[in-house]
């Protein structure tokens, strides 16, 4: 299956560039339905706006943007080339602006949307899809702190942590890297400590 980056929450997020409100939202959609719907809700929320600017991406889907009545290759490209180059698939970002009363000229107007949309992504933050092996891996106390940094070490993910005689770990690791760092784990403790892998899931993690 494939790894792909996805929005980790929707977000919002405005600024004004000489008296124009910029106002850039970000979506996780998963269907070119879902983000014509979020596309939709705005032009209705906002419909007094100058320009409600959108584009999306859909993982082996639709890749589609909207100047919205600015000047072409000013706006909707702008959007849309801040979602690529930031990696993400399955996202709809619409920018809704409120015309201030100062043109910004073709120029401003990129560099306006462009940050508008970087300002939502950032907001939203990035998740990676993939496949996860869920490992169960108990270990002394003396040895949880170590354990954490190995895991961060194989880009894993601490899920859970119960505390008993032991401190027993629920760890998510990215499927390729799963026999390292069940191999780093046996090499490090002497042969002392072993994980054992009870399980895979399909789904996003923030990274």
Same mark, same amino acid.
């Given at each position: 299956?494939?790894?792909?980056?996805?929005?980790?929450?929707?977000?919002?997020?405005?600024?004004?560039?000489?008296?124009?409100?910029?106002?850039?939202?970000?979506?996780?959609?998963? &269907?070119?339905?879902?983000?014509?719907?979020?596309?939709?809700?705005?032009?209705?929320?906002?419909?007094?706006?100058?320009?409600?600017?959108?584009?999306?991406?859909?993982?082996?889907?639709?890749?589609?943007?909207?100047?919205?009545?600015?000047?072409?290759? &000013?706006?909707?490209?702008?959007?849309?080339?801040?979602?690529?180059?930031?990696?993400?698939?399955?996202?709809?970002?619409?920018?809704?602006?409120?015309?201030?009363?100062?043109?910004?000229?073709?120029?401003?107007?990129?560099?306006?949307? &462009?940050?508008?949309?970087?300002?939502?992504?950032?907001?939203?933050?990035?998740?990676?899809?993939?496949?996860?092996?869920?490992?169960?891996?108990?270990?002394?106390?003396?040895?949880?702190?170590?354990?954490?940094?190995?895991?961060?070490?194989?880009?894993?993910?601490?899920?859970?942590?119960?505390?008993?005689?032991?401190?027993?770990?629920?760890?998510?690791?990215?499927?390729?890297? &799963?026999?390292?760092?069940?191999?780093?784990?046996?090499?490090?403790?002497?042969?002392?400590?072993?994980?054992?892998?009870?399980?895979?899931?399909?789904?996003?993690?923030?990274?």
């Amino acid at each position: 299956m494939d790894e792909y980056l996805i929005p980790t929450k929707d977000s919002e997020e405005e600024y004004i560039e000489k008296r124009s409100k910029f106002i850039g939202r970000i979506w996780h959609t998963e &269907t070119e339905e879902e983000a014509l719907a979020c596309i939709k809700k705005m032009r209705e929320q906002h419909w007094d706006a100058t320009h409600n600017v959108y584009a999306y991406i859909i993982k082996d889907g639709a890749t589609r943007f909207s100047d919205d009545g600015e000047p072409g290759g &000013t706006a909707g490209m702008p959007t849309l080339q801040v979602l690529q180059k930031e990696g993400l698939y399955d996202v709809c970002c619409v920018v809704t602006r409120y015309f201030g009363g100062i043109l910004l000229g073709a120029g401003g107007l990129v560099r306006a949307y &462009t940050k508008s949309a970087k300002l939502a992504v950032d907001a939203a933050g990035k998740s990676m899809k993939r496949v996860w092996d869920v490992i169960y891996l108990p270990v002394p106390y003396s040895w949880f702190e170590k354990m954490k940094q190995e895991i961060a070490a194989f880009e894993g993910v601490l899920r859970d942590i119960q505390y008993g005689a032991d401190v027993e770990l629920e760890v998510l690791t990215p499927e390729g890297r &799963t026999k390292a760092f069940l191999d780093r784990v046996v090499d490090i403790s002497a042969g002392t400590l072993e994980g054992m892998i009870t399980g895979q899931e399909y789904r996003a993690f923030p990274v």
